[in-house]
Every structure is written in structure tokens, then in C-alpha cells.
């Protein structure tokens, strides 16, 4: 059935193991405590923002508010999709596609993570491509974005499999300690200049102009 009211429900991405989509109420609790059970090592911060290291409750209920945050606050100018994704029908990890005021510029960002027990099995590679499909291919997208700190390897190792280039450097400090990191940058001619899986996307026709494009 169709989403009349909210029809990013109705999105599905499907790759050759995954499928990607806006959780429900139940998935989203699923899904906090996938990442509750540890996405990286103790001491180590990949993210922008530290939200993995905070206490419980805080930890689950800030996880829960930031979905809630992400549909709340969705405009045409400003959007960001935080879609789950599925391995065998279980939530294992985040997958965001984002851009601000897309149909001026066509350019979208990515982040994501992933459950421990899930990672270094090419799923994360798996899961970008499936949304750079969204991207670029659904949304009509001429650039993609990311950024990893450079002790962050892995990020950067699927930016690179898929083929961004290098675009230069910054520093992003989450726990008030600037740290380093480099960008990576994808154009439409990377994205079409290289066989690329098949991903299959479904339900974008009802929501297509909530992106701005």
C-alpha cells in the first residue's frame, strides 16, 4: 500500500544481499540496539559526531529523536534520507543520503555505519552504491560528497573502491579535538564511467518532488 501522508516509506533499494528503506517504529528500536551492541572499537571515533559513546538512556533515546529529527525537519531545500539497512530482513546498519538545496546545486552527501558482527564483508560498499544509484541515476544527481578522517581507512577504502577522487582536506572535532580528514569527490561521469552492480529502486514516482528536483 502507498504512503499517501509520508511516501519516503514507500522507497525501497534493493541490491544483490541488501535492501535499504525508512525504518518503522519497531525497526528503528532494532536498530539501536544493533548499534548499542558496538560499531567500532572502545577509543576510536569515526563519526562527526561522538553520539556512540553516550550512557544509557541517552544513548536510546537520542537515537530514537534523531530519525524522528531527520522527517521533522525535511524541506525540498533541505533533506536528509536515513534509511535502514536490511541483511536477511534484519536491520544491520544506516545508510543517509543528504543535500541541501539539491535542485540548484545536484549535489548530495552520504554517511553511514554498520554493526561490527557486519562489517569487512564488502556490505558497506554494498550499501553506498545502493544510494549513489539513488542519487545519481533516480534523482538526477551531478555530484557526491564524503569525508573520513584519516584514521578512518575503511570509509576511505569504499570511497575509493567505488570510485571517488581525492578532494582535498579538512578537520572535523566531535569530542572538541580538531582531527584530519580527507574528501572525496564523485561526478556524474565517474559514476557512468565504470560497470556498476544493479540496484533496483523502487517508490521514488510519489515522493520525487520532496527532493527538490
Not at 1 to 9: D, F, Q, R, T
Not at 18 to 34: D, Q, S, Y
Not at 63 to 71: A, E, G, L, T
Request: hydrophobic share 40%.
Amino acid at each position: 500500500m502507498a504512503h499517501v501522508l509520508w511516501p519516503l516509506y514507500d522507497i525501497r533499494l534493493r541490491t544483490e544481499q541488501l535492501e535499504l528503506r525508512l525504518p518503522n517504529e519497531a525497526e528503528i528500536g532494532e536498530l539501536c540496539r544493533v548499534a548499542r551492541a558496538g560499531i567500532h572499537p572502545s577509543g576510536e571515533m569515526p563519526f562527526g559526531i561522538a553520539w556512540t559513546t553516550k550512557p544509557s538512556p541517552r544513548f536510546e533515546r537520542e537515537f530514537v529523536q534523531w530519525h524522528w529529527k531527520q522527517r521533522a525537519d525535511w524541506t525540498p531545500e533541505a533533506w536528509s534520507l536515513e534509511l535502514a539497512v536490511f541483511l536477511g530482513g534484519r536491520p544491520i546498519g544506516s545508510q543517509t543520503l543528504a543535500a541541501r538545496q539539491f535542485a540548484t546545486f545536484r549535489s548530495v552527501s552520504t554517511g553511514s555505519w554498520l554493526g561490527r558482527e557486519f562489517q569487512r564483508r564488502g556490505l558497506g560498499k554494498e550499501m553506498r552504491g545502493a544510494v549513489l544509484a539513488l542519487g545519481f541515476d533516480g534523482l538526477g544527481a551531478e555530484v557526491a560528497t564524503t569525508e573520513a578522517f584519516l584514521d578512518n581507512p575503511a570509509s576511505a577504502g569504499v570511497s575509493r573502491a567505488l570510485g571517488y577522487q581525492p578532494n582535498g582536506s579538512g578537520s572535523i572535532a566531535p569530542e572538541g579535538i580538531a582531527r584530519p580528514t580527507e574528501r572525496f569527490r564523485m561526478t556524474r561521469a565517474d559514476w557512468l564511467g565504470r560497470p556498476r552492480p544493479a540496484v533496483e529502486i523502487d517508490g521514488l514516482r510519489g515522493s520525487r518532488e520532496m527532493f527538490g528536483g
